[in-house]
């Protein structure tokens, strides 16, 4: 990934009819950058692609490329690769043919274009099924047909709708993992729209949050996860638990009987706030001495896998807080449903966020 900005779009806005489905969007892409757009059913995610596509043009703002503006600029001159969510696949044309629709019209030569599939079917792990029509594919491999058919005309930017999204969970992990390994290969910079923040925390270089219309945040995804701007993305991306709270006149957080020390020193007294906590950030402890602890009854365990999930009922709170700890955890503490437990919510570990539901 280089520094180049690749792609820039300036006060992006769009309405459908009296609807704003965008609000002011502005973002700048890297050279080789994965950019994820993630957020919920209806954000927009998918509206902001099309016009980085040329599918639609936006009510207002500007889509420049390489300091070029291409806001108008038709889609057949355009230098992108997509693909969509259901395969879009040509259902009477076979594997090679689907694969070089676009070199056909760019009038590629047909010794050049048999070369040229060959080498993408190699490349997403498909070679030999040149003479296969699409419903003789799994989901998967059509998948990988249409991904060979973007790649086809090397376009400078490939763009990613939910392309995982119709694919069972094996397969969708699977296709994730050679996508990545195949852009970090290719260098070619990719816009995927998601609403699975796993994809999204797994694939992207870049993730841009997004709801109702606007950007909530953008940053990498271990600051996206790390340092939430906003209780939206704090839940939208992993788990959190939200206490309601007030700050005291000493600068604690008051929530019910619980008094917690703040990581931040900036809030005013009498001030609502949204203390937040990761799941896997509460320690259980035998050590009552430290600061920010919770006495808790555990009221439900649920095996993860590779972690267990406790359900903890606090004192004077209706809903359980959910807390994580790994298998070797588990067997040291052998917890059990209806055991009182202590925990820490450690001061680092906390989110502030200002302002009550
Ligand atoms: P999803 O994951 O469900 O596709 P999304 O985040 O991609 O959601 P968009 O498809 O961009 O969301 O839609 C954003 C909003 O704009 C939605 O409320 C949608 O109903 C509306 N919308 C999108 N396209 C049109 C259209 N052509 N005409 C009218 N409203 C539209």
């Known amino acids: ?59 207002g703002g500007m889509v420049s490329q390489a300091g070029k503006d291409i806001t108008y600029l038709p889609v057949k001159h355009r230098d992108f690769g997509i693909v969509f969510q259901s395969y879009a696949l040509f259902p009477n044309l076979t594997v090679a043919d689907n694969i070089a629709y ?20 190699a490349t997403v792990g498909l070679s030999g099924s040149e003479e296969k029509f699409p419903m003789q594919l799994s989901g998967g491999q059509q998948q990988r047909v249409a991904l060979a058919r973007a790649l086809a005309t090397s376009p400078g930017l ?44 797994t694939m992207a270089d870049k993730i841009v949050v997004m709801n109702h219309g606007v950007i909530e945040q ?34 604690l957080l008051n929530s019910g009987s619980l008094h917690l020390r703040s990581p931040k020193n900036t809030l005013a007294y009498e001030q609502a706030v949204r203390v937040a906590i990761r799941p896997e950030d509460i320690r259980f402890t035998a050590d009552t001495n430290i600061g920010n602890i919770v006495n808790a009854r555990v009221v439900h365990l649920e095996f993860l896998g590779s972690r267990v999930r406790s359900l903890l009922q606090l004192d004077d709170r209706e809903t359980p807080i959910m807390a994580d ?13 209806g055991q009182k437990v202590v925990c820490q919510l450690p001061q680092d570990r906390l989110h502030i966020f200002a302002g009550a539901v």
């Open 325 to 337: 700890i790994s298998m070797n955890e588990m067997a040291r503490l052998e917890l059990s449903q």
């Open 1 to 59: 990934m280089s520094n180049k900005t690749y792609l820039t779009l300036e006060n992006v806005q769009q309405f459908f009819g009296s609807y704003q489905a965008l609000k002011d969007i502005s973002l700048s892409i890297a050279e080789g950058e994965f950019v994820c757009f993630l957020g919920p059913s209806g954000c927009g995610k998918t509206s902001l692609l099309r016009i980085i596509a040329g599918l639609d043009l936006p009510t």
């Open 158 to 201: 490939l763009l990613l709708d939910e392309p995982l999204s119709a694919l069972d969970a094996r397969v969708r992990a699977h296709l994730r993992q050679e996508i990545k390994q195949l852009q970090e290969k290719l260098g070619v910079t990719t816009i995927m729209v998601t609403h699975d923040q796993e994809e999204a925390l």
């Open 102 to 121: 676009g070199l056909v019209s760019q009038r590629i030569p047909a010794n050049q274009r048999r070369a040229r599939v060959k080498e993408l079917l």
């Open 218 to 251: 953008v940053g990498s995804p271990q600051e996206i996860y790390a340092n939430p701007k906003s209780p939206f993305v704090a839940e939208f991306v992993g788990e959190m638990n939200f206490l309601e709270a007030q700050v005291t006149q000493s600068g």
